[in-house]
Nanobody, 124 residues
Framework: QVRVEESGGGLVQAGGSLRLSCAAS?????????MAWFRQVPGKAREFVAT???????IYSDSVKGRFAISRDSAKNMLFLQMNTLKSEDTAVYYC?????????????????WGQGTQVTVSS
C-alpha cells in the first residue's frame, strides 16, 4: 500500500519562500506511475500544481511556472516543492499525490494515493 505524507507548510509573507516535502512509502520513483503536487482552496476544486517525469523533466501549472520548482530524492523516496515569490493567491492546502499507472498527468483522477495535506498561508 502506497502512503504519502506532506510536511513543510506554514505562514509566510508575500514574496517569501517555503519548501514542502512529501515522504512516500510503499513505492519507488522508478516504479510505475508518477507523483505530483495539487492544492485546494475551500469551496473550489483541487488544482494541479506540478509533477515530475521519470527522466526529470517537470510540468507546472501556468499559475506557478517560474516561481515553483518540483524535485525528488529517489534514494530517500522524497518529493519536494520549492515555492518562491509566494503570492496571497497561493494560499491553499497542498497535497502530495501518487499514481500507480501514469506519469506526467495533470488530472486528479489519475492519482490514487493522497496525503492529508499541509496548509500554506501567504499574508499580503
Amino acid at each position: 500500500q502506497v502512503r504519502v505524507e506532506e510536511s513543510g507548510g506554514g505562514l509566510v509573507q508575500a514574496g517569501g519562500s517555503l519548501r514542502l516535502s512529501c515522504a512516500a512509502s510503499g513505492r519507488t520513483f522508478s516504479g510505475r506511475g508518477g507523483m505530483a503536487w495539487f492544492r485546494q482552496v475551500p469551496g473550489k476544486a483541487r488544482e494541479f500544481v506540478a509533477t515530475i517525469r521519470p527522466i526529470g523533466t517537470s510540468i507546472y501549472s501556468d499559475s506557478v511556472k517560474g516561481r515553483f520548482a518540483i524535485s525528488r530524492d529517489s534514494a530517500k523516496n522524497m518529493l519536494f516543492l520549492q515555492m518562491n515569490t509566494l503570492k496571497s493567491e497561493d494560499t491553499a492546502v497542498y497535497y502530495c499525490a501518487s499514481s500507480s499507472r501514469v506519469w506526467g498527468s495533470r488530472k486528479e483522477s489519475d492519482y490514487d494515493s493522497w496525503g492529508q495535506g499541509t496548509q500554506v498561508t501567504v499574508s499580503s
